[in-house]
């Protein structure tokens, strides 16, 4: 064989840039490849901050199993879905990908253009319902503690403050309704012209603009169909209702636990603690704009924001009603989802009219 065909042994350069990489770079690139996303997380003071955490982080700080954020992967196709579990409730909606605690929202695609409106407005109610809840409790301590514990807090307008929970859920709701809404609308308006032009000349052109228009309204009519669905099957079972009581949950449990600890059955040594910690080097000094680095060596906690008033304000909020009792008590959520169910549906009766 000539030497001109003997393949060369020393690496191209293409070789020698790869080999010169540190291999922890290689590694961080491989880790940051599996499963870490970036969530943007608002507590329940409203405030904001980008993390980027693999989907074990988030299973452990909200509860949820695998099966339950592959409805919120965006590579993959899943129907509108609305879920309540034990510590926190799934939203697939249109837009809208996003995990409720009964004390922060963790929300993806949130740099989307569609979705920075929805997070504008959910940051602007959640600010309002912690000064809202914050007020009533003072009150409550100026009072001299004359209510009995399980009076609501309301508004200064006699309305009632909804759980954390609810005034997330109903952002949600009212983001991907209104989106249906006014593509559904939007559609309307273009259609009729269309017919009409169709009807006064019918030509290929016309006949084209006719054909997409019938495209596009299969196809909005199929996802207005999805989300009246997924709020109906929610509205006739009070037990999938019930479990999206998050706030009541979290008191029954610590009612629960300070219960335990004041039989004077004392431990020696202090109960291990639920890591539900992100792992995750964050800042909050930039408001929504903060963003976090992940780093597989550097693992920082993102703490629970915890307030003075968080407490008794959630005993507050949690009323009368008992999601645990025979008799599922389930109106003020009922009443909120019947809201939504009943525009969604107004909706797609407006699409199968044109």
């Known amino acids: 064989m000539r030497s001109d065909q003997i393949p060369s042994s020393k690496p191209d350069e293409a070789d020698r840039e790869l080999l ?23 507590d329940s003071t409203g405030q904001a901050q980008t993390v980027e955490v693999g989907k074990h982080a988030i299973m ?39 995990i409720i605690t009964a004390q922060e929202v963790l929300l993806l695609n949130s740099k989307d253009p569609s979705v920075t409106p929805f997070v ?12 809202a809840t914050k007020a009533q409790v003072r009150n409550f301590f100026l009072q ?18 909804l759980p954390f929970e609810f005034v997330a ?6 983001a991907a309704c209104s989106c249906l809404e006014i593509e559904a609308k939007t559609l309307e308006q273009e259609a009729h012209p269309a017919l009409d032009k169709l009807t006064s000349k019918i030509s290929t ?16 009519t199929g996802r207005v169909q999805k989300v009246r669905d997924e709020l109906e099957h929610l ?5 999938d209702m019930a479990e999206m009581y998050l706030t009541e949950k979290l008191v029954n449990l610590e009612n629960s636990t300070a219960s335990s600890f004041s039989n004077g059955d004392e431990m020696e040594d202090d109960p291990p603690e639920m890591d539900d910690s992100l792992p995750v080097e964050a800042s909050r000094e930039g408001g929504h704009g903060a963003s976090s680095s992940y780093d597989p060596d550097i693992q920082a906690d993102i703490p629970h924001v915890h307030h003075p008033f968080s407490a008794l304000s959630r005993t507050l909020t949690s009323t009368t009603r008992s999601a645990m009792s025979k008799h599922l008590d389930v109106e003020e959520l009922e009443m909120l989802l019947e809201a939504y169910f009943v525009q969604v549906d107004g909706t797609l009766n407006k699409l199968s009219a044109v």
């Open 20 to 42: 010169s990489r540190p291999a922890t770079s290689l590694i961080t690139a491989r880790k940051k490849g599996t499963g870490v996303r970036a969530w943007l997380l608002l």
């Open 60 to 98: 452990r700080r909200t509860g949820l199993p695998a099966r339950d954020l592959r409805i919120l992967d965006p590579l993959l196709s899943y129907p509108s879905t609305v879920l309540g579990r034990e510590r926190a409730i799934v939203i697939n909606l249109e837009h809208i990908k996003a």
């Open 120 to 131: 504008e407005e959910l940051q602007k109610r959640l600010t309002f319902h912690f000064h």
């Open 144 to 161: 001299g503690r004359k209510t009995d514990g399980r009076q609501s807090v309301e508004n200064r307008d006699g309305s009632k403050v």
């Open 169 to 174: 859920l109903e952002a949600c709701l009212e």
């Open 205 to 220: 052109l016309n006949l084209e603009r006719v054909r997409q228009i019938k495209s596009r309204l299969v196809a909005i």
């Open 235 to 239: 509205l006739d079972d009070d037990e």
